[in-house]
């Protein structure tokens, strides 16, 4: 199984702020990663898919970038909204895997 | 624009069978444009993926799960299903069914999942 790993696990960021979320694969997947964002109490939502396109009706101050084993996740002016926990996924092969979550809240 | 919705039980007896039922609204489970799938979290934990099913009837497990796991379509009332067997504590999760379109390799489509808990 490809393993994800993400980092970091946690963060505290302000409205206004820009964040990058990182994530690893254990071994290369090309750009067959995608990232979802989950709020609590709700199922996940797609953002980016195929490492770097933005799923229709996303905001277009979510972006990503990377191929192989390392991709991040840039937000670059965090708004209200956006506190959740943000996930990775591998669709390189089965079976599919996750990232543990990447969890953003208020400072 | 798909629409899909968990129903089943909420409560399942160790040792015994998880079943659940996703149905599929906005569109017919049987095109070949959409393939279909079942992920867990358990509560305050990450994302597992079960497996998928493609209109063809090919469907793809999680090794992990693969000797208890059975995902099937029901193509006369638009639905799919879950079959967990042998169930423990461990398999206390929300249950999410989703689905995606053929040729890509995501889930666009989410239901609002289900907590199934395992407990005598």
């Known amino acids: 199984d490809i393993q994800m790993t993400q980092s970091p696990s946690s963060l505290s960021a302000s409205v206004g702020d820009r964040v990058t979320i990182t994530c690893r694969a254990s071994q290369s997947i090309s750009s067959y990663l995608n990232w979802y964002q989950q709020k609590p109490g709700k199922a996940p939502k797609l953002l980016i898919y195929?490492?770097?396109s933005l799923q229709s009706g996303v905001p277009s101050r979510f972006s990503g970038s990377g191929s192989g084993t390392d991709f991040t996740l840039t937000i670059s002016s965090l708004q209200p909204e956006d506190f959740a926990t943000y996930y990775c996924q591998q669709s390189y092969s089965t079976p599919v895997t996750f990232g543990p979550g990447t969890k953003v809240d208020i400072k | 624009q798909l629409q899909l919705q968990e129903s089943g039980p909420g409560l399942v007896k160790p040792s015994e069978t998880l079943s659940l039922t996703c149905t599929v609204s906005?569109?017919?489970?049987?095109?070949?444009?959409?393939?279909w799938g079942w992920i867990r979290q358990p509560p305050g934990k990450g994302l597992e993926w079960i497996g998928s099913i493609y209109y063809s009837g090919s469907t793809y497990y999680n090794p992990s799960l693969k000797s208890r796991v059975t995902i099937s379509v029901d193509t006369s009332k638009n639905q799919f299903s879950l079959k967990l067997s042998s169930v423990t504590a461990a398999d206390t999760a929300v249950y999410y069914c989703?689905?995606?379109?053929?040729?890509?390799?995501?889930?666009?489509?989410w239901g609002q999942g289900t907590l199934v808990t395992v407990s005598s």
């Open positions: 195929a490492a770097s």
């Open positions: 906005g569109g017919s489970i049987s095109s070949s444009s959409y393939y």
């Open positions: 989703a689905g995606g379109i053929v040729g890509a390799t995501y889930f666009d489509y």
